[in-house]
């Protein structure tokens, strides 16, 4: 290989081209509406506890971007389902994990850290008397979730304790959960 193909090969680190996420950082910075993005699924009821939700694309800047793909979810057998699919609080976990994984490895690949292994385990509890409306005092949801991240790559561990700030003050899913979302309901009864 002679010099000039160097200039040519993309800055893969752990898989992510990095000339590109630098590329994508430096057209939002210079025209912020780009980075505006929009994103939508619908769920559609398959009987019983079981739901198959499906993503069509999103928005980016002025771009519709097309994306093609479905999940299912079915609750355990306890809960009234025939626990064919993970749970939509499984996906909930599941869906921080994954954003969150994601930016370990962007602020990782950045810095030109290879990470050898990173897995994040996250759970909360549910009380079911605040879902089945026994007890108005009780939450419906989860009050609070412990998570715990573990990584190791060829960084010191101060450089991966910067890098676990930068994930959780950039991280979309963190911040979902971590603040309050406004819903915005509508019922369209047919």
Same mark, same amino acid.
């Given at each position: *290989?002679?010099? *000039?193909?160097?200039?040519?090969?993309?800055?893969?680190?752990?898989?992510?081209?990095?000339?590109?996420?630098?590329?994508?950082?430096?057209? #939002?910075?210079?025209?912020?509406?780009?980075?505006?993005?929009?994103?939508?699924?619908?769920?559609?009821?398959?009987?019983?506890?079981?739901?198959?939700?499906?993503?069509?694309?999103?928005?980016?800047?002025?771009?519709?971007?097309?994306?093609?793909?479905?999940?299912?979810?079915?609750?355990?057998?306890?809960?009234?389902?025939?626990?064919?699919?993970?749970?939509?609080?499984?996906?909930?976990?599941?869906? #921080?994990?994954? @954003?969150?994984?994601?930016?370990? #490895?962007?602020? @990782?690949?950045?810095?030109?850290?290879?990470?050898?292994?990173?897995?994040?385990?996250?759970?909360?509890?549910?009380?079911?008397?605040?879902?089945?409306?026994?007890?108005?005092?009780?939450?419906?949801?989860?009050?609070?979730?412990?998570?715990?991240?573990?990584?190791?790559?060829?960084?010191?561990?101060?450089?991966?304790?910067?890098?676990?700030?930068?994930?959780?003050?950039?991280?979309?899913?963190?911040?979902? *959960?971590?603040?309050?979302?406004?819903?915005?309901?509508?019922?369209?009864?047919?």
């Amino acid at each position: *290989m002679n010099d *000039m193909s160097k200039i040519n090969d993309p800055n893969i680190v752990n898989g992510l081209n990095v000339d590109d996420l630098k590329e994508l950082i430096g057209k #939002v910075a210079a025209e912020p509406e780009e980075g505006r993005t929009s994103w939508r699924v619908k769920t559609t009821w398959h009987g019983q506890t079981r739901s198959r939700s499906e993503v069509s694309g999103f928005q980016m800047g002025t771009d519709h971007i097309e994306r093609n793909f479905s999940f299912d979810a079915d609750e355990p057998n306890e809960l009234g389902g025939e626990n064919q699919f993970a749970n939509p609080q499984e996906y909930l976990l599941g869906a #921080v994990n994954a @954003c969150m994984t994601v930016g370990y #490895v962007a602020q @990782c690949s950045m810095r030109g850290i290879t990470i050898d292994s990173l897995w994040i385990e996250t759970e909360g509890d549910i009380d079911l008397r605040g879902f089945l409306g026994l007890d108005p005092d009780v939450a419906n949801g989860y009050r609070s979730l412990r998570y715990k991240v573990h990584i190791k790559g060829d960084a010191p561990e101060h450089v991966f304790e910067e890098i676990h700030r930068a994930v959780q003050a950039t991280s979309p899913n963190f911040f979902n *959960m971590a603040n309050a979302i406004t819903m915005d309901p509508e019922l369209v009864v047919e």
